[in-house]
């Protein structure tokens, strides 16, 4: 089978025809959902994490909190 996709032609990827694909997969665990922003504070002070920016995930505490399928 040595001409396996021989007849196919080069594909013209229209970047701008293409649908807006956006990467937001994460989906907050209901347990780290219900902490407060006193208790985020106090962990994240605990553990020494400085973090920066808006709409900063809460931090989880145990794999499950991952919530990977």
């Known amino acids: 089978m040595p001409d396996l996709g021989a007849g196919l032609g080069k594909i013209q990827w229209d970047v701008a025809s293409l649908p807006k694909f956006e990467k937001n997969f994460y989906k907050e665990h209901p347990t780290v959902e219900q902490l407060s922003e006193q208790e985020v504070m106090e ?7 400085t973090v920066q920016g808006r709409e900063v995930p809460r931090p989880i505490k145990t794999f499950e909190e991952a919530s990977f399928p």
């Open 43 to 49: 962990f994240r002070s605990r553990n020494s994490i």
